[in-house]
């Protein structure tokens, strides 16, 4: 496992280094069980993960994977926003506490998300403007190339509603335990935590406003495909009925030209 790691201290300004270990290595360092760097792995399945342990944190935060420990943090792979996170250490190198610095990362990875929210508004955006002016089999192409934007969406709504499910269990049942491990006080803790878990829900009702527009312009266009197949219908039966007429005249004639003498 690739990671960076970063040394803090309440006075000294920070260290980066750069290494890479084995999960059995990385356990002995951490004096942690295997089973709790699971979250580390980027195969572990997606969702957010926070593991409380005496003096070690292992969070996972959507994309962000990184153990707090007194006077270090170990980021893992290609952390979003890590460039933000170490501009943000090196300003602030000199009141670095493990609260602090576990308050940033949540940020990095909220801020994470938003841009991902961003960039999917955007392309949803484009495709809702074509969808308005498209006609025919065009709409239900848009329609098909919407799809991979709106199930993104979902798993951007999955992770956030995950992130929102452990900073809440964190508040309300490991608080005491959270706090302990970051070495500061409870009402500071949670405070902090509650800062970021309100962000995470700005960031789920904006989520929601987008898709809830994605689906009222998609009811529009299925009503507007309805009103296309309903005249094609109706122009089909009209043709349907003068086909018929023709038939009866043609029927009516040729019964009339068998039994005429010639």
């Known amino acids: 496992l690739p990671f960076t790691t970063l040394t803090y201290g309440p006075t000294n300004p920070f260290t980066l280094n750069t290494s890479a270990l084995t999960k059995s290595s990385l356990s002995s360092l951490l004096s942690l069980p295997l089973r709790d760097l699971r979250p580390l792995d980027p195969k572990y399945p997606a969702g957010s993960v926070m593991l409380i342990k005496s003096r070690t944190l292992v ?20 952390m979003p926003y890590f460039k933000a996170f170490t ?6 190198s000199g009141t670095l506490t493990p609260l602090r610095v576990l308050e940033t990362l949540c ?9 991902t929210l961003l960039s999917l508004s955007s ?6 403007d074509a969808m308005k002016v498209a006609r025919g089999l065009e709409a239900e192409e848009v329609l098909a190339r919407l799809l991979p934007h709106k199930n993104a969406l979902d798993d951007l709504r999955s992770s956030v509603s ?7 269990y964190a508040t309300r049942s490991d608080l005491p335990a959270l706090a302990a491990a970051l070495g500061c006080d409870e009402a500071e803790c949670d405070d ?63 019964l009339f030209g068998m039994n005429l003498a010639s």
Not at 87 to 92: L, M, R
Not at 219 to 244: H, Q, S
């Open 87 to 92: 501009t943000w250490c090196y300003e602030s």
């Open 192 to 254: 902090v935590v509650d800062d970021i878990f309100q962000q995470l829900e700005e960031v789920e009702i904006e989520i929601k406003q987008v898709r809830d527009r994605v689906l009222n312009e998609e009811k529009y266009l299925d009503i507007r495909l309805a009103m296309v197949r309903n005249r094609m219908l109706t122009v089909e039966l009209k043709l349907a009925t003068i086909e018929v007429f023709l038939g009866l005249g043609a029927v009516i004639t040729g």
């Open 107 to 115: 940020n990095t990875g909220v801020s994470s998300w938003r841009s």
């Open 162 to 168: 995950d992130g929102l499910s452990m900073l809440r």
């Open 59 to 78: 969070v996972k935060l959507g994309d962000s994977r990184f153990v707090l420990q007194p006077g270090e943090v170990r980021c893992f792979g290609d």
């Open 123 to 128: 392309n949803l955006a484009l495709a809702l």
